[in-house]
């Protein structure tokens, strides 16, 4: 019955000159969302409100669904739209919503009508009473409650009248777009997706890179990071995700580095390599997953041995998280059936028994000094080599 929706967004911080940038990059995820769902649609800006218009048939819940994953939304009302002819028109399409929405007429309602249109005559109290009343004679089983009601229907005269009942919960957040870009670290495992969500959250448009190091690790392990990628991107808007061939400068640490150092070491590299396809792509800082003790790797040393090689930020928005609230931002997100595939993201020859918990940084520095020889070269052939694909949300 709906062919129209409603989509409310947060307007504390959207003043002057933001307002506009803010709504123009909703009107495009919005888009952006849609694109994989079957049908016709149409996103338009109307008197500081966003609509989304179904050209013809289209799966209710899909629509619900796609809408749901934008950020900056909210909150999504599928809203029934009638010209204006007259009050006792409009008294009639009342009615007829409220007998569709709701076939149990044991419930409460009360009326919110909004008269956004001055010249409209009558006024916003004098409506709701009177389109009460013709509720209540329409249907006898029907109560009204103003302080408590099961339903609260909405009104609103505008340029057409706005007949509206049910408001989806929205993603929150801002927009992608409004906040510029950031390069997220994505690995095959369950809290850099997370990490990759929550920036695009706030607003942050996202590329990503992928360390790989085959024959270590399989091609099934990229298949998947890939696909990581793609629901990501179902939020975060298109991906450009870079393929990083790591295994020579792993193999080269390995040989030349004391083997309790190695995944320090390791990182410490990664972060530069992202660091330099961050700045290829204007982006203005990092993402990782890492939270404070998670592994050795993530002791306040180790990060701090980490962080000591960046110039740019590192946002590390799951630092305080526990591994069970991760998870079930996971979850909700649809990542975590992928996330938990048992393919090695990291082979595990390159992972020490005992890796250092409290890495000192002159040690590492010291260690990394053997390195020289052939790292440059080595990093610059990983630069070059890399594979570089363009992810985007398809249909599931
Ligand atoms: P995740 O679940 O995200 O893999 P993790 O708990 O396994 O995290 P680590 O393997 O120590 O933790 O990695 C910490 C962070 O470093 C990851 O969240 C990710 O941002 C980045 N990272 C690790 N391995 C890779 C990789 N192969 N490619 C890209 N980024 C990686
Ligand atoms: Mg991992």
Do not use: W
Not at 129 to 142: D, Q, S, T
Not at 188 to 195: C, F, K, N, T
Not at 273 to 296: D, H, P, R
Request: charged share 25%.
């Amino acid at each position: 019955m709906y062919k129209s929706f409603l989509i409310k967004y947060g307007e504390i911080a959207i003043k002057g000159k933001n307002r506009y940038l803010f709504e123009e990059a909703l009107v495009k995820q919005i888009s952006y969302a849609l694109e994989p769902v079957e049908g016709d649609f149409k996103v338009r800006r109307l008197q500081g409100r966003i609509y989304v218009d179904a050209l013809g048939e289209y799966d209710y819940d899909e629509v619900v669904t796609a809408l749901s994953r934008v950020f900056g939304i909210v909150g999504i009302c599928p809203v029934v739209l009638v010209e204006d002819n007259g009050f006792d028109q409009l008294a009639k399409d009342v009615i007829g919503y409220m007998d569709q929405v709701y076939p149990d007429k044991n419930i409460t309602f009360k009326v919110n009508a909004r008269r956004a249109r001055k010249n409209y005559p009558i006024n916003s109290m004098e409506l709701n009473a009177a389109l009460g009343e013709k509720i209540l004679e329409a249907f006898p089983e029907i109560q009204v409650d103003v302080h408590n009601p099961d339903v609260l229907l909405s009104v609103e005269i505008r340029e057409k009248i706005n007949i509206y009942s049910v408001e989806i919960k929205g993603a929150g957040g801002m927009p992608v777009g409004t906040n510029g870009r950031a390069m997220l670290l994505l690995s095959g495992g369950i809290d850099s997706p997370v990490a990759g969500y929550m920036i695009a959250k706030r607003g942050v448009a996202i590329d990503a890179v992928y360390f790989h190091a085959p024959p270590y690790t399989s091609e099934r392990a990229k298949q998947k990071v890939i696909d990581l990628a793609r629901i990501v991107s179902r939020y975060a808007g298109p991906i450009r995700l870079h393929i990083v061939n790591f295994t020579d400068i792993q193999l080269y640490i390995y040989e030349k580095c004391p083997h309790e150092e190695l995944t320090i070491i390791m990182r410490r590299y990664m972060m530069k390599i992202a660091e330099y396809f961050a700045q290829k792509n204007q982006c203005l800082g990092l993402i990782t997953g890492e939270s404070i003790g998670q592994v050795a790797s993530q002791t306040m040393q180790s990060l701090a041995a980490t962080n000591a090689v960046c110039t740019m930020p590192v946002y590390r928005p799951l630092i305080g998280f526990d591994k069970k609230e991760i998870v079930d931002i996971s979850e909700k997100i649809d990542a975590y059936e992928t996330s938990i595939l048992p393919y090695e993201d990291c082979c595990t020859i390159f992972v020490a028994k005992h890796p250092v918990t409290k890495p000192n940084i002159n040690v590492i520095e010291r260690s990394e000094r053997k390195l020289e020889e052939k790292i440059d070269e080595l990093m610059r052939e990983a630069l070059e080599s890399a594979e570089v694909i363009e992810v985007a949300a398809e249909e599931e």
